[in-house]
Nanobody
Framework: QVQLVESGGGLVQAGGSLRLSCAASGRTFSRYTMGWFRQAPGKEREFVAAISWSGDNTYYADSVKGRFTISRHNAKNTVYLQMNSLKPEDTAVYYC?????????????????WGQGTQVTVSS
């Protein structure tokens, strides 16, 4: 059974940084694209970033490009989201996600497993 557990959220001032982690278990982590999404109050969940199974390709929403960095450590079964220059509009619950299908999947939309989320609050 696939499990995804996020950590690292918290309260930070605008301009600050946080690093989110997502620990995966239940299957061979290195075969799967991994993604981060977020959902702010009253808004739909939106794509933030994704990384290919090999780590060679990364994808970002325009709103976070240049500020956020996704990475993975396959030996630790963990994907990270380094968030710098945080803005109040980055406030949301952040979710880690993974697809059912290994290797090549649409990094923006094909996800079947989700973590419980971690709250990120950026104060102005």
């Amino acid at each position: 059974q696939v499990q995804l557990v996020e950590s690292g959220g918290g309260l930070v001032q605008a301009g600050g940084s946080l690093r989110l982690s997502c620990a995966a278990s239940g299957r061979t982590f290195s075969r799967y694209t991994m993604g981060w999404f977020r959902q702010a109050p009253g808004k739909e969940r939106e794509f933030v970033a994704a990384i290919s199974w090999s780590g060679d390709n990364t994808y970002y929403a325009d709103s976070v490009k240049g500020r956020f960095t996704i990475s993975r450590h396959n030996a630790k079964n963990t994907v990270y989201l380094q968030m710098n220059s945080l803005k109040p509009e980055d406030t949301a619950v952040y979710y880690c996600a993974a697809p059912e299908t290994p290797y090549y999947t649409d990094p923006l939309s094909t996800y079947d497993y989700w973590g419980q989320g971690t709250q990120v609050t950026v104060s102005s």
